[in-house]
């Protein structure tokens, strides 16, 4: 099947993010009610953005300000990265680079995803790695979103 980069533009809604390990075991790193987006811009700047359901509010209802623990809950709950992508259409990869990250860990980081898509849904897969003696692989499916006429 061929892909081309143009096909990847446009925004998708998040419908399951999901990991398996070598044992077929399949776990739900934020829930399996996750929700999020992901949005390819023609320019070759990408943004994803994917959060946990139930996150409690802050109490203050400070938009900047919480306890200790309510700060780690939300971070915990919430992925959000974006930056330049590059898109390999030959071997189905498209390459994040993070410019900007939740995570600390991933800033100034590139990650290569494996693409499929079919029918306005978009599989991207991360390449297996080891955790906890096992091997893994990440996977999120998303949906196209059409825009209103």
Known sequence: MEF???ELIGIWSLVSYHVTDDQGNKT???GE?????IMYH?????SAQM???????????????????EMA??????????GPYEVDEENQIVTHHMSVSMNPTWLGDKQPRFVTLKDNIIEISSQPIIVDGKEQQTKLVWKRIKPKS
């Open 33 to 37: 009610d996750c929700t999020g987006f």
């Open 73 to 82: 809950a939300a971070a915990q709950g919430y992925l959000a990265y974006c």
């Open 51 to 69: 959060m946990s359901q139930g996150r409690p509010a802050y109490a203050s209802g400070a938009l900047h300000t919480g306890t200790q623990e």
């Open 28 to 30: 739900y790193p934020m």
């Open 42 to 46: 023609p320019d070759g700047f990408m």
């Open 4 to 6: 081309k980069k143009e």
